[in-house]
DNA sequence: GCTGAACTTCTTGTATACAAAATGATTGAC
DNA sequence: GTCAATCATTTTGTATACAAGAAGTTCAGC
């Protein structure tokens, strides 16, 4: 692999983790000498998270960790709910039943994480879960760009599941999702995902709660 | 502007213009001699396009042109319609009295050069015409998703309205969505914009007979 | 004491030089 | 004559050097 796409990945991870915080601007020849590289790779790894939406690029000042703010947030789940929808209601007329085993395996491996309490482990499932459903959306350019939305909010769903009782209502959610897929229902399959990734009611406080936790 | 945006919008404008075919491998010398500079800006533009998906990038192999294929198209346009349709339903609700009137101006202007025959100036209001839709969202981050899918897509959408009376239609389908918003009827707007954007029956037959004649 | 302008310094943007890898050609063996 | 292996060439990836612009500082003037 190319350094400059192990770098995107590392500054990428050092943000998410919240070790840069908002605002921060990014020095070329910090970042060169923590990763042992020259500002070349450093520049280009850059200038990809500016795409993403990560960091923001402002020429010839530099590029500035840009942690999306509650509106912001909010109007990436609105977003995230309509797009599984479409996966899901896609899917509901497309899926396999190889695909429907996957997902429900996928559920049970969840529902063992979370009776672990092994909440990366159940972050992960729920990710598998998520990217089969978008895989058998049968369109692939939705599913790969859902699968960037999906990345891009990973963090910010882990906030809001902190919440006590969020898990165990996520995994229900799922479930009705699988039982919705397999009875081919393309609306209660769009209704269930839409619900499942909304940000509304409780879900909203919990998320704002979280923020404000993280912030500190 | 920095140079790299500059070379980065002309690559874009001439793989769009079909000056570089698909499949066409993206020298770094040679454009660093076309456009006078050295290899660092122009490998920056070639990455910025790479991950607009414009072209592909082939680690230590090189970018190549890659125009999207009948099905890859289709599965875009398909987005693109749900993308649309999400905008008109959440602008039935939240549209200004100013926007509505915006739009209606931008129609005529539309109306007007579809009268002249200017297919260009048809083109620009037309993608005026939409991208107000997309603000009146209330959504930013969905307004400027779709305003990036909709400039991916734009000169497919030309090929598609080359075919005989499918601007006047289209004209007509304008006028429906803005029927409808100013209606406040966010189903019936969703469903006009679907249906709008959406490559489906005839739609579908000039797309492919626009790709055959653009493949020469 | 404060404001403003020039200067210094620091950082980004671009050019060039070098290293490594992939492709293609050439030569030798079968 | 064909196939394979090695070598040369080409091209990408990275490092370094240089140029230009922005921000902060200092000094002069009011």
Same mark, same amino acid.
């Given at each position: 692999?190319?350094?400059?796409? @192990?770098?995107?990945?590392?500054?990428? %991870?050092?943000?998410? @983790?919240? %070790?840069?915080?908002? +605002?921060?601007?990014?020095?070329?020849?910090?970042?060169?000498?923590?990763?042992?590289?020259?500002? @070349?790779?450093?520049?280009?790894? *850059?200038?990809?998270?500016?795409?993403?939406?990560?960091?923001?690029?402002?020429?010839?000042? $530099?590029?500035?960790?840009?942690?999306?703010?509650?509106?912001?947030?909010? =109007?990436?789940? =609105?977003?995230?709910?309509?797009?599984?929808? *479409?996966?899901?209601?896609?899917?509901?007329?497309?899926?396999?039943?190889?695909? *429907? #085993? =996957?997902?429900?395996?996928?559920?049970?491996?969840?529902?063992?994480?979370? /009776?672990?309490?092994?909440?990366?482990?159940?972050?992960?499932?729920? %990710? +598998?879960?998520?990217?089969?459903?978008?895989?058998?959306? $049968?369109? /692939?350019?939705?599913?790969? =760009?859902?699968?960037?939305?999906?990345?891009?909010?990973?963090?910010?769903?882990?906030?809001?599941?902190?919440?006590? +009782?969020?898990?165990?209502?996520?995994?229900?959610?799922? %479930?009705?999702?699988? #039982?919705?897929?397999?009875?081919?229902? &393309?609306?209660?399959?769009?209704?269930?995902?839409? $619900?499942?990734? &909304?940000?509304? +009611?409780?879900?909203?406080?919990?998320?704002?709660?979280?923020?404000?936790?993280?912030?500190?």
């Amino acid at each position: 692999m190319r350094r400059a796409d @192990t770098i995107a990945s590392e500054i990428e %991870e050092a943000i998410l @983790t919240g %070790e840069f915080a908002d +605002g921060d601007r990014l020095d070329e020849h910090r970042l060169a000498d923590r990763f042992g590289v020259s500002r @070349t790779p450093v520049r280009e790894a *850059l200038l990809k998270l500016a795409q993403s939406g990560l960091v923001e690029h402002a020429p010839r000042r $530099g590029v500035f960790v840009r942690h999306p703010g509650p509106v912001e947030l909010i =109007e990436m789940f =609105e977003v995230m709910a309509e797009i599984e929808a *479409l996966c899901g209601r896609l899917a509901a007329r497309r899926i396999s039943d190889a695909a *429907l #085993d =996957e997902l429900r395996a996928a559920n049970a491996r969840c529902r063992a994480a979370l /009776g672990r309490g092994d909440a990366d482990a159940y972050y992960a499932e729920n %990710e +598998g879960f998520h990217r089969i459903v978008y895989r058998e959306s $049968g369109n /692939g350019f939705l599913a790969s =760009e859902a699968g960037r939305l999906h990345r891009r909010l990973q963090p910010f769903r882990r906030l809001q599941l902190r919440a006590r +009782g969020r898990m165990a209502q996520s995994m229900a959610e799922h %479930e009705a999702v699988v #039982d919705a897929l397999a009875a081919g229902d &393309a609306e209660r399959a769009a209704a269930a995902l839409r $619900g499942h990734v &909304a940000v509304q +009611g409780e879900k909203f406080h919990d998320l704002m709660a979280g923020l404000r936790r993280a912030a500190l």
